[in-house]
T-cell receptor, first 112, second 113 residues
Framework: DVKVTQSSRYLVKRTGEKVFLECVQD?????MFWYRQDPGLGLRLIYF???????EKGDIPEGYSVSREKKERFSLILESASTNQTSMYLC???????????FGSGTRLTVV | GENVEQHPSTLSVQEGDSAVIKCTYS??????FPWYKQELGKRPQLIID?????GEKKDQRIAVTLNKTAKHFSLHITETQPEDSAVYFC????????????FGKGNQVVVIP
């Protein structure tokens, strides 16, 4: 089974802090994604990546950046955390076009 | 881009009855349609998917049907059990979407024992 591992299950950060969320997959997948999940809003795409050092904006990229220096690792960066970024963050990967995603367990981030 | 809508947002069924969730999509070029189940506090997990060259796919108690003309697809759960209680997400993707999945907002299914 593909494993997508997110480094933290729960995080509490202060407003203005720089926050790093890490995601690692172990199946040599080309594509990796970062979503945030909020009640009533479903899954919203923040950024995605098709290859190392490649990134594309999703639907809600403002306030976030990403890094993909190695194929297996995709990091989400909150440059200056704000309270409206309190959310569940889900990382996912897949093998290519028209293949389902495998999600990580999620990181619940609280910004105070 | 692709827009996926899910109806109804909440569905309650008696244990043993069937549940049906319908999704509509906007991009006629979409050709891959997965369904995810997310139990409380857990990650979304792929439960079934269908590609546009197929009209129906079944896996034990779950099935998905696709109507490309009407641009909708549905998840059918038969003989529902309490462990079917979860949020179900539909999604669609295709060439124009650059492999991105566009998700519906989710449907809360509650199976009443």
């Amino acid at each position: 089974d593909v494993k997508v591992t997110q480094s933290s299950r729960y995080l509490v950060k202060r407003t203005g802090e720089k926050v790093f969320l890490e995601c690692v997959q172990d199946m040599d997948h080309e594509n990796m994604f970062w979503y945030r999940q909020d009640p009533g809003l479903g899954l919203r795409l923040i950024y995605f990546s098709y290859d190392v050092k490649m990134k594309e904006k999703g639907d809600i990229p403002e306030g976030y950046s990403v890094s993909r220096e190695k194929k297996e690792r995709f990091s989400l960066i909150l440059e200056s955390a704000s309270t409206n970024q309190t959310s569940m963050y889900l990382c996912a990967s897949n093998a290519g076009t028209n293949y389902g995603y495998t999600f990580g367990s999620g990181t619940r981030l609280t910004v105070v | 881009g692709e827009n996926v809508e899910q109806h109804p947002s909440t569905l309650s069924v008696q244990e043993g009855d069937s549940a049906v969730i319908k999704c509509t999509y906007s991009d006629s070029a979409s050709n891959y349609f997965p369904w995810y189940k997310q139990e409380l506090g857990k990650r979304p997990q792929l439960i079934i998917d269908i590609r546009s060259n197929v009209g129906e796919k079944k896996d034990q108690r779950i099935a998905v049907t696709l109507n490309k003309t009407a641009k909708h697809f549905s998840l059918h759960i038969t003989e529902t059990q309490p462990e079917d209680s979860a949020v179900y997400f539909c999604a669609a993707s295709g060439v124009r979407g650059n492999n991105r999945l566009a998700f519906g907002k989710g449907n809360q299914v509650v199976v009443i024992p």
